[in-house]
């Protein structure tokens, strides 16, 4: 009997465990990355395998080694739970054939994924993920599999720390002295994923502080929705901030590629503004220079730095997997998008929230500026506030088709009594607005639900945007 089609979404797999996410699919999944590697990777090369905290991920990652070593290919299989970003460096470092990633990331409890990396350390290109879906069998019956210990007793499989090869990356990247002695107090927020323990690690023995909360493995992830660095989910990181009178608060989602910031006074600093600081970090701290890579759904303050400072800006669809072949192709000095995912020249086109989240530290101690008047300095420099907001609505499945039909058929002359000046449809429906706004309407691809986005520099304007949105989907505000 054959088991239901899996398809891969912006950044791979993701299922509900045991109904879908299932070890049977976990094995068809690696099977077709196998082929895909086969008869399009780098020859001769090993396969980084890794995995987070959540329900059973290691023993999904020993599964996905198992394929692997069964079609003849070696593998790297770490030894402990380990952010993405790591394993991306170990891919980069180990000059691997790509990688596989047992993790859903930011996903509530229920979930697991399976992330495929390729030789770059970036995200798979669509066309690839196309070719890997095609070669994921019916079954387990076209699946190949070696027993984990005998491919270990084999050497087909080693076990390895990929730990000080990243920290020392981390600290070619980041000069982490000026941040330890600083004096700085921050707490740090690794909503119980794989994050728990780098930020107190990488800056231990100097006079700077780091208050870690939910740094144990907890799969239920408990006072959050999903470990996902946005509000709600960042509220007791806030809370704690005020309470422990820090200077600023850092948080990393549950694999540790996304990075989410909190002021001193416990206000939270959306992911907007986050790749607007930076941005301008890399340009004006440290004076670098070169494209800027975007998807479609974050901030409009990066063209306005562009401008700024003489760099093109370029723009993606959603997702990683258009953002990290543009940074090849350009060679970026950053690419990022509005989940709060960050990648930068000189380290991996993968998103890195331990990195990211250290450059903000180092923001704050070379300008001698709290998290709060870096946000000012921002707008400063890009001439303007600008306010964001993102509303994710779940819709049935069938209803999705006649949602997306309506939001094409919409020619608004306004919305949230701002004149619409273009429309974009590469990646959704995206409305450029007269203030250099937007508003932007989404279907998952994995997920029966529709996003609505908005930017704007009119703070009265941001819920009339959203609740047009709304209106153009079919939805009530």
């Known amino acids: 009997m054959g088991s239901d089609p899996i398809h891969f979404g912006t950044d791979g797999w993701r299922g509900r465990i045991a109904e879908d996410f299932t070890f049977a699919n976990v094995r068809r999944c690696s099977q077709g990355f196998a082929e895909f590697l086969l008869q399009h990777g780098p020859a001769g090369r090993a396969v980084v395998v890794g995995y987070d905290r959540r329900f059973a991920s290691e023993h999904f990652a020993a599964a996905a080694a198992e394929v692997l070593a069964g079609n003849g290919l070696r593998v790297q299989l770490t030894d ?38 390729d030789e770059h ?15 994921i069998p019916s079954d387990e019956s076209g699946v190949r599999r070696m027993p984990l210990e005998r491919a270990v007793r084999e050497g087909i499989v080693e076990r390895f720390d990929p730990r000080p090869a990243y920290m020392e990356q981390v600290r070619r990247m980041v000069d982490l002295e000026p941040i330890r ?78 990075v989410g910031f909190g002021d001193e006074h416990g206000t939270f600093i959306n992911q907007l503004q986050v790749y607007g600081l930076l941005a301008l970090y890399l340009l004006e701290v440290r004076g670098q220079r070169g494209p800027i890579v975007k998807t479609l759904s974050t901030t409009s303050m990066l063209e306005r730095l562009g401008e700024r400072y003489h760099v093109p800006v370029y723009q993606t669809g959603v997702g990683f997997k258009y953002v990290a072949p543009k940074m090849i192709e350009t060679d970026a000095m950053i690419g990022g998008e509005e989940s709060g995912g960050f990648a930068f020249r000189g380290h991996v086109p993968e998103r890195d929230g331990i990195l990211a989240g ?95 986005y908005c930017e704007t520099r009119h703070k009265d304007r941001v819920a009339a945007l959203i609740e047009d949105g709304l209106r153009i989907v079919g939805l009530p505000a």
Do not use: C
């Not at 970003?85 to 994924?113: E, F, R, W």
């Not at 669509?126 to 070719?131: A, S, T, V, Y």
């Open 181 to 258: 002695r600083e004096g700085l107090k921050v707490v740090f927020d690794p909503m119980w994923g794989n994050g728990a323990g780098w930020i107190p690690e990488l800056l231990a023995g100097g006079k700077t502080e780091v208050v870690e909360i939910h740094s144990a493995r907890n799969p239920l992830f408990p006072e959050m929705l999903r470990p996902e660095p946005i509000r709600p989910n960042v509220d007791v990181g806030l809370q704690t901030v005020v309470r422990e009178h820090a200077d600023a608060l850092l948080v990393t989602d549950g694999d540790a590629d996304r």
């Open 80 to 117: 402990r739970e380990t952010p993405t970003p790591v394993i991306a460096y170990a891919v980069k470092q180990l000059s691997a054939a790509g990688a596989i990633n047992i993790t859903a990331s930011h996903n509530p409890a229920s979930d697991n994924g399976f992330k495929v990396r």
């Open 121 to 135: 350390a970036g995200a798979v290109a669509p066309e690839g993920l196309k070719r890997i879906e095609a070669a």
């Open 358 to 452: 250290l450059f903000l530290l180092d923001m704050m101690v070379r300008l001698q500026r709290r998290p709060s008047e870096l946000l000012a300095f921002l707008f400063e420099q890009v001439g303007a506030e600008y306010f964001y907001d993102r509303v994710d609505r779940p819709m049935p499945l069938e209803q999705l088709e006649a949602a997306r039909a309506r939001v094409a058929q919409a020619v608004p002359d306004s919305l949230g009594g701002l004149r619409v000046t273009g429309r974009d449809i590469s990646d959704g429906f995206k409305f450029s607005l007269d203030d250099g706004g937007w508003l932007l309407v989404r279907f998952s691809g994995t997920e029966p639900i529709v996003r609505v």
